[in-house]
């Protein structure tokens, strides 16, 4: 005798019900947020040495534009964001605030003091135009530890902006951090089709490998409207950060309205 839905005993119902949410959540892609970085606008500031474009005001037009967390980057010769900028948006950003800084201890210290709700450590170099390459955590384990167990003392998570190479997640991964931001540029410069795929392969391998150390994912670094979507596919990629695509489209369409377009690309 078939036995009848209406039949079935609570208990069986009650299992099959917790299988359907194991499998709804095992299955459920991660839909990546968008951390807008929004450096650019401070770098129109200081060609001036005056007070506008506020990249305070911009990071209030980002989150209006659906931004799930803005970025900036204190740089050790402030040629960009100044110290008052950060403890302003300490104090008006609602999303999550990202600070990017080197592994030094004068950053670490203003961290501690502001206490955003994340630090991505990040190689620095005075005479490059942006981050150029990941951070190389095997060979300044150390100095990224100390970094990582003080801010993480205060309930700062903490994420290392690396290469996509497997041997720097594995070092990440005995630093004792929460996540790896691993850096997009080479996929975004790449000059062939098939020079993009390549660097694509590679930064899902290492998208894979990183989950499988227990770290959470983000991207970033050379992202435009136009190489997003393929990024923004990779299977778990929780954050992605993007800055001068954003800020480039903003100048010509307004900031809220730039945001709002990326964050549609990176969400479908
Ligand atoms: N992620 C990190 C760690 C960066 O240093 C930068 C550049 O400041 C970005 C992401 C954003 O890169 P882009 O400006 O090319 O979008």
Known sequence: MIVG???RCPAFIFLIRILELNFALESKTVMPDLGVNIDHVATVRQARLTYEPDPVWAAVLAELGGADGITLHLREDRRHIQDHDLYTMKK???VKLN???????EMTAIALEVRPDQVSLVPEKREELTTEGGLDVI???????????????????VSLFIDPDLDQIAAAKNSGVHAVELHTGRYADAVSDDEQQREFEILHRASEFTIEQGLKLHMGHGLTYRNVSKIASIPNVSELNIGHSIISRAVLVGMEQAVREMKALVTL
Do not use: D, F, Y
């Open 5 to 7: 839905k209406e039949e």
């Open 99 to 105: 600070l990017e800084m080197a592994a030094e201890q």
């Open 92 to 94: 008006t950003v609602q």
């Open 139 to 157: 060979a300044n384990l150390e100095r990224v530890r100390s970094c990582v167990v003080q801010l993480q003392e205060v309930g700062i998570e």
